[in-house]
């Protein structure tokens, strides 16, 4: 029973056709290929009706129930209708770079599917610098949007699409300093040799137990990035009507749809890697095939957590979504990334046990959350203060 | 073996943009095409445009690109000293942290000079 | 055989979007070329098994600088959509230096001492970046944050003194 094992023996079935080597591997990228886009394009139809359905129980809705058992086809029907409605391009638009967005966002987010490992091995492209990679990707997003809100031609898109820019600018800092630490901690940009450090104490060895602060403003910080609320001011109904995508329509517009789904399960299936051990659990060394169960089960509870906080948490003003990131977690997270070097050194260098080392790196995480949430709650305190002396002018936040 | 890994990642990449395409050109084959000045107006919920939308914007939203990335070249900086963590001594670590302290105080700057405020 | 293929491949699509970087009369359009230029010089790294440097290339310049270029146009009073055109009076003088520009690189390319290694690239070679960077080359790689605290300084100088 194990995924890696199939894939070997099918490419010992070819090679024993007397196919030459090249065309071998060119089969075998192919296939891969074709399973993990088509795995991409299933599990969309899967989170949108998860989410609804989540998003209703939470709100005390029923959510999607009319077509099919427990509205299970609701996002098929959804999307034979997104196939075949009537494309509105408006006359003024930038045709070429409005029509080229919505492949780019598509396109970025399949991406980074090449290099998540759903199981030991089991990974599209097994390599070196998969914390880059994803990145990187991620970058081209921000362009895919850029381009829809420019393109466009109207005031919200654009405005929509600086937002975008100003928030996934922001929050990329924190990210990237918070996504070092388990690299650091491991010594590799890939993500399976991330995974597979994370295998001590009979698999259960996740950096979430030593760097829970981390953990934690991985969390916050990837709410931005996948522009979900209370971070989604970048599609503010309120206030931009849609933001960038507002002029798309039919199959253009289900295109910045599935990329917005497809980028918070990546972000889950980042957190399950980083943190949360990946594909470790127990006996995963004995009965390889465990490692999807468990991967599954970790990213689709990090989907939950996603679902649960936006269902339930109201929108930030934007003054205080850049200051939030730029005067806490920034700070916050190059603190943690210094910490966690030092310690880790000290330990190599005078050959602590590893328990001590863990014991103290989770110390280090719980001062630098106790002090964070302590100037955090001093600072709102004095805030309250000041609006209640005057009430009618209420003080922008400054911190 | 780089060259292996990246192959997958280069067929992948191809498919991936193709997909997108194939898609929107059969839904164009298959849907209505129906277009009048009213439907293709820039949409602002139903009130009328009023100049273009392509205006000037502020440079509040250029300085936080600057800041950004400033910080970004720092990460790609960092990461490769992550990736040898393991294998350098006390000196790499001490010049590491000297190296994230001055873009703190940087940050620091910023903050003491306002550029951290969203107006 | 393949590799040679997919170089000139790549290596014209990349020299093609570079063109229309120059070319193109809407400057929005000329700066999505030349994210198209930076994509395909990080195919070109990765091509050369330099894999870090090819994602590097992509979070650094179509992630921040190209965006950045695309910030600064539309930040610009009365550039953003306008038909910019390349040519202005002075397109000899440009055309001049970037003959010359382009000399001076052939010839120090041709007069460089290359040195052809037929090895692989190291399995650890993102770990040998790193520790060349504190170790080797620390004096750049601390200039560099010097460089860049210089650079935060003077945006925001710049920024406040409207």
């Not at chain 2, 001594?89 to 010049?95: C, K, P, S």
């Amino acid at each position: 029973m194990d995924l890696r094992s199939i894939g070997e023996a099918f490419i010992a079935w070819l090679q024993g056709l007397g196919i030459p080597q090249g065309w071998v591997l060119l089969i075998n990228w192919l296939l891969g290929t074709l399973i993990i886009l088509g795995f991409a394009l299933t599990l969309a139809l899967v989170l949108i009706w998860l989410e609804r359905k989540l998003a209703g129980r939470i709100q005390d809705r029923l959510g999607p129930n009319r077509v099919g058992p427990f509205g299970l086809l609701q996002p098929i029907a959804d999307a034979l209708k997104l196939l075949t409605k009537e494309d509105i391009t408006p006359a003024d638009a930038d045709r070429i770079t409005y029509n080229l967005a919505p492949i780019i966002a598509v396109f970025h987010i399949l991406m980074m599917f090449a290099v998540i490992p759903f199981a030991d091995r089991v990974v599209g492209a097994n390599i070196n610098v998969g914390v880059l990679y994803l990145m990187a990707f991620g970058a081209l997003g921000t362009m895919a949007m850029l381009m829809a809100g420019w393109a466009s031609r109207n005031k919200y898109a654009l405005l929509g699409g600086f937002r975008v820019v100003a928030q996934l600018f922001s929050y990329e800092i924190p990210i990237a300093m918070v996504m070092m630490i388990p690299v650091l901690l491991v010594g590799s940009m890939n993500l399976n040799e991330i995974a597979r450090g994370q295998g001590s104490l009979f698999g259960l060895g996740w950096f979430v137990w030593v760097m829970p602060a981390a953990f934690l403003l991985y969390l916050v910080a990837a709410l931005a990035e996948g522009e979900r609320a209370p971070f989604d001011l970048l599609e503010a109904e309120s206030e931009i009507v849609a933001g960038y995508n507002i002029e798309y329509s039919a199959m253009k517009f289900a295109w910045f749809y599935l990329a917005f789904f497809l980028n918070t399960w990546i972000l889950s299936a980042v957190a399950a890697t980083l943190f949360l051990g990946g594909w470790q659990g127990p006996f995963v060394d004995r009965i390889p095939a465990l490692g999807v169960v468990y991967f599954f089960g970790k990213t689709f509870f990090m989907f939950f957590l996603f679902a649960w906080i936006r269902a339930t948490f109201p929108r930030l003003r934007i003054d205080q979504m850049m200051a939030f990131c730029w005067k806490v977690l920034v700070p916050m997270s190059l603190a943690l990334l210094l910490g966690a070097a030092i310690l880790v050194k000290l330990g190599q260098q005078l050959a602590w046990p590893f328990a001590v080392t863990g014991g103290l790196l989770f110390v280090m995480n719980v001062v630098v959350l106790l002090v964070t949430l302590s100037l955090l709650g001093r600072y709102t305190r004095t805030l309250h203060q000041q609006q209640n002396k005057r009430l009618f002018t209420p003080e922008l936040p400054r911190l | 073996m780089i060259a292996q890994q990246y192959g997958l990642v280069g067929v992948f990449a191809l498919i991936a943009f193709l997909f997108p395409i194939v898609t929107l050109a059969f839904t164009w084959l298959i849907r209505p095409k129906r277009p009048n000045p009213i439907k293709q107006s820039t949409y602002e919920c139903g009130i009328e445009t009023v100049g273009d939308a392509w205006v000037q914007f502020r440079a509040q939203y250029y300085l936080f690109a600057l800041i950004f990335v400033v910080f970004d070249l720092e990460a790609i900086f960092l990461f490769p000293f992550a990736v040898a963590f393991n294998k350098v001594g006390w000196f790499a670590l001490f010049e590491a942290i000297l190296f994230v302290l001055m873009l703190f105080f940087g940050l620091i700057y910023a903050w003491k000079k306002g550029a951290l405020e969203w107006q | 055989m393949v590799g040679q293929v997919l170089f000139i491949l790549v290596a014209a699509i990349t020299l093609l979007m570079a063109l229309g970087a120059v070319v193109a009369k809407n400057l929005f359009h000329a700066a999505l070329f030349l994210v198209g230029v930076f994509f395909g010089i990080a195919v070109l790294f990765i091509l050369l098994d330099a894999e870090f440097l090819g994602v590097a290339q992509i979070v650094i310049y179509i992630g921040a600088i190209a965006t950045l270029i695309v910030f600064a146009i539309m930040l610009s009073k009365n550039v953003m959509g306008k038909e910019a055109g390349a040519y202005n009076r002075n397109w000899y003088a440009a055309m001049a230096g970037a003959v010359f520009l382009f000399l001076l690189l052939a010839w120090l390319l041709l007069k460089a001492p290359f040195q052809m290694v037929s090895a692989d690239v190291p399995a650890d070679a993102i770990t040998q970046i790193g520790q060349g960077l504190v170790g080797t080359y620390v004096v750049p790689f601390e200039v560099a944050s010097v460089l860049l605290l210089v650079a935060l300084v003077g945006a925001i100088m710049l920024a406040r003194e409207r």
